[in-house]
């Protein structure tokens, strides 16, 4: 008994420990060392970055700091807002214009027209349209997942068997059920690779947007260490909105598993 | 068996049916003039050239695509013609050529989905019958996996129970097996061998493969090169339940030169059709 535990225990410990693992944990070790030396033998044209140390420091001074997570709160506020505003018009519409021909025609054209538009190009137009800058960025933000929800919605209904429909209409279905119990889950699949698409634009939007605009948040936390010219603060606040944003996705990714436990199992 | 009291019904009468598609630019002439009848109950196999219009057939019975000209009946009542053409419903049931059951319902969800969207049994009363249906053709176990954690031919099995379930008047196949290795055909065969012998309804099964016609067909339909029309017809006077063995049968072997002659020739004049059109 004690010998198979053992044995257990070793595979447990190689799960954790193997040596994919351990070359991970090196590589960034190394990048830390050699950003170390990069400073300390102060390489041309870098002279002015700052120690890992400094930054450390600064990050545990961030980390202290009620106006840094209050950094946090106003930027992840703003992205949800802006996200789940465009979620809630894009999933209907984009179902509308992939069930409806007409609808499409006569919505689409308008729709690809302004699709291209880079989001941050709207940024002078929002600030400008709504009555405060807060609104503004709600939109920015909006802007910045909407056209992709709508986009990979119509792709997602259009993708889905006809086979499916029919067999559901023989089986009984009406118009309703097979919007409900086939076109929507059908389409679920690509509705979750808009989401995810969608938030990781949302945070290259909102941050672009903070700078330019905003007042708080994690961009403008950011900017503003760069006006006071604080250079560990600004990767402080390069390595928060990294981190913040990776969230968001694991956030929407974990939602997409939770509503497509056909998908996970295999 | 599971399907229930069997009522004979399911006679279906094909008259001088014509499709074309496109009629104002390409205008194919997928059928023309079709005509022949299913018995009720009489398991019905069609062959033909691919491409010949054989799906463009069960699409009209099935009512998910329309006729120009001509009518179909079903225990006498109209169910296709260029003016009328009734919705799909459970009287007609299909299971299709690449599979349709829902990826996203489990097995047991799948097979239970007619009979509780139809609101004709309580969930809990579909769920027994389901699970009883899987039961007796050896799928128990598998009710709460998802289409894609099973085998193609698991897949077929339950699509075709989804099927029976509704206790529909007609099941038509198309091209159910195709893909399917040699041996999960024969599985295939006699799983549908077993069902059609405990409860006879009308079949209407496409397939390519001469084989599977004559084991499992009480009549098969041969279809010309397109536009469609009715080659042959050969009955297949083998006893009920076949098993695997008649394949070497002298009367089995004398209706597969039949069948094949007259599918050899369709083929020819497809393949010489095809060539005029390349040329």
């Known amino acids: ?241 990294g981190v913040a944003g990776y969230l968001c996705s694991t956030l929407v990714r974990w939602l997409g598993e939770k509503a497509m436990p056909w998908k996970k199992r295999f | 068996m599971v399907t229930g009291a069997q009522n004979h019904q399911g006679e279906i009468l094909i008259k001088d049916v014509t499709k074309i598609y496109d009629p104002e630019g390409v205008h194919v002439v997928a059928m023309k003039d079709c005509s022949f009848d299913i018995a009720a109950g009489e398991f019905a196999v069609i062959v033909g050239p691919s491409g010949c219009g054989k799906t463009t057939l069960l699409n009209a019975i099935a009512g998910f695509d329309t006729i120009t000209s001509g009518e179909i009946y079903l225990d006498g009542e109209l169910i296709s013609s260029r003016d009328r053409q009734i919705k799909p419903d459970v009287e007609r049931m299909v299971v299709f050529q690449n599979g349709a059951l829902f990826p996203w319902k489990t097995v047991m969800e799948n097979v239970i989905y007619g009979p509780v969207v139809q609101k004709r049994m309580k969930k809990r009363e579909a769920v027994d019958a389901a699970r009883e249906m899987l039961h007796q053709v050896g799928l128990n176990g598998i009710e709460d996996k998802y289409p894609e954690e099973l085998s193609s031919g698991v897949q077929r099995r339950v699509e075709i129970l989804r099927a029976l379930i509704n206790k529909p008047k007609v099941v038509m196949l198309d091209e159910p097996f195709r893909g399917l290795d040699a041996v999960a055909k024969t599985v295939m065969h006699e799983f549908l061998m077993d069902i059609f012998c405990e409860s006879p309804r009308t079949m209407f099964f496409i397939t390519h493969d001469l084989d599977e016609a004559i084991f499992l067909g009480s009549k098969v339909i041969i279809m010309t090169t397109r536009p469609a029309q009715v080659k042959k017809i050969v009955h297949v006077d083998l006893p009920w339940p076949r098993e695997h063995h008649v394949l070497g049968s002298k009367i089995y072997l004398d209706l597969k030169r039949e069948v094949l002659e007259a599918v050899h020739e369709e083929a020819k004049k497809a393949f010489e059709a095809g060539e005029r059109e390349m040329a």
């Open chain 1, 1 to 241: 008994m004690e010998m198979i535990q053992e044995l257990r225990l070793k595979r447990e410990f190689k799960k954790v420990f193997n040596i994919r693992v351990i070359r991970g944990f090196l590589s960034i070790v190394m990048f830390v060392v050699l950003w170390q030396l990069v400073v300390f033998i102060k390489v041309p044209y870098l002279e002015n970055l700052p120690y890992p140390k400094d930054v450390a420091a600064g990050a545990a001074d961030a980390a202290g700091s009620r106006t840094y997570w209050f950094g946090w709160g106003i930027s992840l506020v703003r992205i949800f807002v802006g996200f789940i505003m465009a979620q809630l018009i894009g999933i209907p519409l984009g179902l509308a214009m992939g069930i409806s021909r007409t609808f499409k025609d006569f919505t689409f054209p308008v729709f690809e027209m302004l699709r291209p538009i880079p989001p941050i190009a709207w940024i002078p137009l929002a600030i400008l349209f709504w009555p405060t800058r807060e609104l503004s960025i709600y939109f920015l933000v909006f802007i910045g997942a909407f056209f992709i929800i709508v986009i990979n919605v119509i792709q997602g209904v259009s993708n889905i068997s006809v086979s499916l429909k029919w067999a559901a209409s023989s089986l009984g279905a009406r118009p309703k059920h097979i919007f409900w119990r086939i076109l929507v889950p059908g389409s679920l699949p690509s509705i979750i690779t808009g989401m995810t698409v969608g938030m990781g634009v949302t945070w290259n939007v909102l941050i672009a947007a903070e700078m330019i605009a905003g007042q708080g948040g994690l961009g403008r936390m950011t900017w503003e260490a760069y006006t006071n010219n604080n250079i560990p603060f600004i990767v402080v606040g390069m390595v928060s909105i």
